[in-house]
């Protein structure tokens, strides 16, 4: 059984350009939370999907965008790079009755 | 304001020894905690969580406690093993429903030695 998977795992971008992450959800799953991880620090929540809807947002600027497809698969775009945009990019997953998500190994996206 | 803390970075205990890992956290309106550990180059595995409305959760060898009033958490792993080593960060909610979001603390990396 397949678990979150993401993809690219690495990523390697120009300041200003523009990124889309991908995710697919674990077999089952229909919400789907994105969060943004620097180095040595916990996951910060970035949004959450659930029925092609944005449910929750973090503190995260509007470069940060989503989207989630009816296959529950989703999408994190983010617009104008910047150098601080560099971190482990991880999407998880859940059903909405359970009680903790299920994480990608995430995408690892350098800002030059 | 970091909303969720866990103070040690790192802990190392001898296998078969208890392990405890603690989380303080700042928002009185949490309501629901979890515990995720992760292994290099693997995202968070969710291991255990725990309501507002309960002090204690129990899964195995992992239980959880919960010290409202002092707004803190810990993790405790009786006994503890060698593949128990990894980084485990302690999360909390304000609900736990499809429009819930959990904070992170920062993670504590557990080393157990054989």
């Known amino acids: 059984d397949a678990g979150v998977t993401q993809s690219p795992t690495h990523l390697i971008k120009t300041r200003g350009q523009q990124v889309t992450l991908r995710c697919s959800p674990k077999?089952?799953?229909?919400?789907v939370s994105w969060y943004q991880q620097a180095l040595g620090q916990g996951p910060q929540f970035i949004f959450q999907y659930y029925e092609e809807e944005e449910r929750q947002r973090g503190n995260f600027p509007d470069r940060f965008s989503g989207h989630q497809f009816p296959n529950y698969s989703s999408e994190l775009n983010v617009n104008a790079l910047l150098l601080g945009d560099s971190a482990l990019y991880l999407c998880?997953?859940?059903?909405?009755?359970?009680?903790?998500?299920?994480f990608g190994s995430g995408t690892r996206l350098t800002v030059v | 304001d970091q909303q969720v803390k866990q103070n040690s970075p790192s802990l190392s205990v001898q296998e078969g020894r208890i392990s405890i890992l603690n989380c303080d956290y700042t928002n009185s309106m949490f309501d629901y905690f979890l515990w995720y550990k992760k292994y290099p180059a693997e995202g968070p595995t969710f291991l255990i969580s725990?309501?507002?409305?309960?002090d204690k959760n129990e899964d195995g060898r992992f239980t959880v406690f919960l010290n409202k009033s002092a707004k803190h958490l810990s993790l405790h792993i009786v006994p503890s093993q060698p593949g128990d080593s990894a980084v485990y960060f302690c999360?909390?909610?304000?609900?736990?429903?499809?429009?819930?979001?959990?904070?992170f603390g920062d993670g504590t990396t557990l080393t157990v030695k054989p």
């Open positions: 998880a997953s859940k059903r909405g009755t359970d009680y903790g998500y299920t």
């Open positions: 077999s089952g799953h229909d919400t």
């Open positions: 999360a909390a909610s304000l609900f736990n429903t499809n429009a819930g979001k959990s904070t």
């Open positions: 725990i309501s507002s409305i309960k």
